[in-house]
């Protein structure tokens, strides 16, 4: 996952999730959800859809907002190729700071 580390408030912070399969970009076969947490460790962002961007590479822009809390937020990214026990899961941890 690739996030720029420092945005200012109000800005769009672009989350980019880079899934691969053995070293090389993959689009799952289910949809790319994002899950984000704000410096209190709130839930912002509850497995939203992220959009496709190109082979292997997925964006969810987020607006922040002049009352938005200052400090570290995390966001986690989660690809599922297939269903049931075959299931394969990908998990992108990134995060970014709000001042």
Known sequence: MT???TWQRPETVPIWAQIEVAA???????????T????????ILD?????????GM???EWTSLTTSEVGWYRAMAHAQDG???GAKITIEYGGFYLQ
């Open 47 to 55: 497995e939203v859809t992220m959009d496709k961007d190109s082979l």
């Open 3 to 5: 996030i720029r580390h």
């Open 58 to 60: 997925y964006i969810y």
């Open 24 to 34: 090389t970009l993959h689009d799952p076969s289910e949809t790319v959800l994002l």
């Open 36 to 43: 984000m947490t704000d410096p209190k460790g709130t839930v």
């Open 83 to 85: 269903t049931g026990a």
